[in-house]
């Protein structure tokens, strides 16, 4: 099955203080790293940038300006894949520490009948409450069962198929796992990688520097 990759560079960075996915780590930009991580699977890697940014690839084959909304910039990179790419993979430029096993599980599992999408993610071990309202006071409206609860990562995969038909509704997510949950699509969860970091604030960049160290 021919796959491709989405690289998704397209946030602000306020909490970082700048552009985050291309900050250096190690000799690279973060966005490079992520990028060639991809390529453990994909044959073509597309890179969503910000716009109004100098369009440089990192190491992509195609470089294309995102939109407003992540789902957006999803839909930007989609649009630049031929039509004979079988699997997607939606990575987050932010995660440049994604292990090659995480790649390969994400893609394996779409190769089982019925399977739409296949997602890593993290047991949760806090407990986790649902709360009311958005400001001041917030009272809890429920309580979730840990075990039916798993923090989600990227790289996600999906067939290609599906996740036209979920992003041809333009609707808006936090990620494309849950477009296709809203058009009644099968998702998978894979287990996720604790070193598989998203980089939001400076100290995450020292972290994964650390991380990088550590598998020398």
């Not at 602000?12 to 996915?21: H, T, V």
């Not at 292990?99 to 949760?124: C, K, M, N, P, S």
Request: net charge negative; with cysteine.
């Amino acid at each position: 099955m021919r796959c491709a990759a989405i690289v998704v560079a397209g946030g602000s960075g306020r909490r970082f203080g700048g552009l985050k996915q291309f900050a250096e780590l190690r000799g690279l930009s973060v966005a490079a790293r992520s990028i060639a991580a991809c390529r453990a699977v994909a044959d073509h890697v597309v890179l969503v940038t910000p716009e109004g940014m100098e369009l440089d690839a990192h190491g992509a084959d195609q470089v294309v300006t995102g939109g407003e909304s992540r789902s957006d910039s999803v839909r930007a990179g989609l649009a630049c894949l031929d039509q004979s790419v079988e699997v997607v993979v939606v990575h987050d430029a932010a995660r440049p520490l994604a292990l090659d096993d995480l790649f390969h599980a994400v893609v394996d599992e779409i190769t089982r009948e019925g399977t739409d999408g296949a997602i890593v993610g993290l047991a949760v071990t806090d407990t986790i409450k649902q709360v009311s309202g958005v400001g001041g006071r917030r009272p809890v409206v429920a309580t979730p069962e840990r075990d039916s609860l798993v923090a989600v990562q990227t790289p996600q995969a999906f067939r290609a198929s599906a996740l036209r038909r979920a992003h041809a509704t333009e609707r808006d997510a936090t990620d494309d796992a849950a477009l296709l949950e809203m058009i009644g699509s099968v998702v998978v969860v894979v287990p996720g990688d604790l070193t598989n970091i998203k980089l939001t604030t400076p100290e995450d960049l020292d972290q994964a520097i650390r991380i990088l160290e550590a598998r020398e």
